[in-house]
């Protein structure tokens, strides 16, 4: 990978951490859109695509509500996708995909920690106050660091998959067993259980069981009768 | 006023904490107004700042509804107690309403029509253009409407989101997404992720259909209590079909 790609890949994850929570929230932090855009600068939006849908999935049913402790799959999922594509085949989807579940984890961690900081930064400001600029300030240094974190947990997982052996990467891809269509099953059954938890979030209702089964079969008629299937 | 005002509403979690949670992204956020209301004297606007620093939490979609109408109090010279006896209401229903419609309903609904969508053909491109825009028309509207009806309605604001019945939307549009979760499980079992190659076969595919279709129910009758253990089966089920390759296969 060139040294642009590299730099707009660092700058994606910290747009990433920042979209996350801090500073707009317009869900540019999704791995569905991160997995895109690094599949894009990488030349394979498709692999991006699928990859960060599946990621999508297994992280859709946590909810951040009430600050909860969270994965970060966003950022988490440019070195996943940058795993797939440089280790190739179906032995690097999984690759991919298992660096994307791990990191996502990491920068779940990292966001406490910054939760943590930001709790001694904004130490005294209740009740006293301070001036508008001290303020400014002390947000504007919460957001920095909040981009900075992103943009270092990417780096160091595209490091880290960049700096793995040549010819560990070619025994992965030749000790992988599986076909791409099997690889895709096997992640997808990982992605399953959270992805099924999601309906639970969706609707509490009962009758969602009935919506699922149609939704089920409306699926399947369409994958069969689709052109090219 | 209320462009400012909406831009700032932007970055309300940038100092998030676990102390005073949306806090004081909640005082940067009304500067303009504290500056224009209560700049009368340096003391009053850092004892405002003070005031609304402290803790507060929403979703920050909704939030805008809480620092319009904070906003339209403190230029009404409403009473400070009544001020912070407000902030004490909103925050749950703000919260929870915020919750139930944009994360558990909305956000799933659009990732899983974006992802249905390219299953059936859609570019990977368009497919996140089209998760992006229709995701981000809520989000746009929530913010926008939130400071409007804020800044008009000051502390009756409440009542035009209780006109509004979210709770009632927000299972409208979960409903429509348990709909499209089946339809994207119904594609990926019909067709396998790349449309060219079948899933539903025999043999090592169908084993992990077969799994991923018992998962799946798991998952519909556990709820949010199945996430935690899935990042160790999945390291699991990956390192062992890779040492399964190179033991047995090769």
Not at chain 1, 113 to 119: A, C, F, I, N
Not at chain 1, 174 to 202: F, K
Not at chain 2, 37 to 44: I, L, N
Not at chain 2, 161 to 177: F, H, M
Request: charged letters at 15%; proline letters at 5%; one cysteine or more.
């Amino acid at each position: 990978m060139e040294p642009v790609g590299w730099l707009l890949l660092v700058l994606l994850g910290a747009w990433a951490a920042l979209d996350g929570v801090s500073a707009g929230q317009f869900m540019i932090s999704r791995p569905l859109v991160t997995g895109t855009v690094t599949g894009l600068v990488l030349g394979d939006p498709t692999t991006g695509f699928l990859l960060g849908l599946t990621l999508d999935l297994f992280h859709l049913g946590v909810v951040p509500a009430g600050g909860v402790r969270l994965p970060e799959p966003g950022p988490a999922a440019i070195p996943a996708v940058y795993a797939a594509i440089l280790v190739g085949s179906e032995g690097g989807l999984a690759v991919g995909f298992s660096v994307g579940v791990v990191l996502a984890l990491v920068g779940g961690a990292a966001v406490i920690l910054q939760r943590r900081w930001q709790g001694r930064l904004v130490e005294g400001l209740e009740g006293a106050g301070t001036d508008p600029g001290d303020l400014t300030r002390r947000l504007l240094l919460a957001l920095g660091l909040d981009g900075v974190r992103g943009a270092v947990l990417v780096a160091v997982g595209l490091g880290v998959v960049w700096a793995v052996p040549a010819g560990w990467r070619a025994a992965w891809v030749a000790g992988w067993p599986l076909a791409e269509a099997t690889t895709w099953a096997l992640l997808l059954a990982c992605a399953a259980l959270p992805a099924g938890a999601v309906a639970g979030n969706l609707t509490p209702e009962r009758g969602r069981v009935l919506l699922l089964v149609g939704g089920l079969v409306v699926g399947m008629a369409l994958g069969f009768w689709m052109p090219g299937s | 006023m209320k462009w400012r005002l909406l831009v700032r509403l932007f970055f309300i979690q940038a100092l998030w904490n676990y102390r005073t949670l949306l806090g004081s992204g909640l005082a940067w956020a009304l500067l303009p107004a504290l500056r224009r209301f209560r700049a009368t004297e340096e003391d009053e606007l850092r004892n405002a700042i003070g005031r609304h620093a402290e803790h507060f939490n929403a979703h920050p979609y909704l939030a805008g509804f809480a620092v319009g109408a904070l906003a339209g109090m403190e230029r009404d010279e409403v009473d400070q107690e009544v001020i912070r006896r407000f902030r004490e209401v909103v925050r749950g229903p703000l919260g929870s309403l915020g919750d139930r419609l944009v994360w558990s309903a909305w956000l799933p609904t659009c990732v899983l029509l974006s992802g249905g969508l390219v299953l059936l053909g859609l570019p990977p491109l368009w497919g996140v253009a089209v998760f992006l825009v229709i995701f981000n028309l809520l989000h746009l509207a929530l913010r926008w409407w939130g400071i409007t009806a804020g800044l008009a309605l000051g502390k009756g604001v409440g009542e035009a989101l209780g006109r509004a019945r979210l709770p009632i939307w927000a299972e409208r549009v979960g409903r429509a997404g348990v709909l499209l979760l089946g339809l994207v499980a119904g594609l990926v079992l019909a067709t396998g992720v790349r449309p060219s190659e079948p899933a539903l076969h025999v043999g090592p595919t169908g084993l992990f259909v077969a799994a991923g279709l018992l998962l799946f129910i798991a998952g519909v009758r556990r709820e949010q209590r199945a996430w935690w253990w899935t990042p160790a089966l999945t390291l699991g089920a990956v390192t062992g079909v890779f040492l399964w390759g190179i033991l047995w296969v090769a």
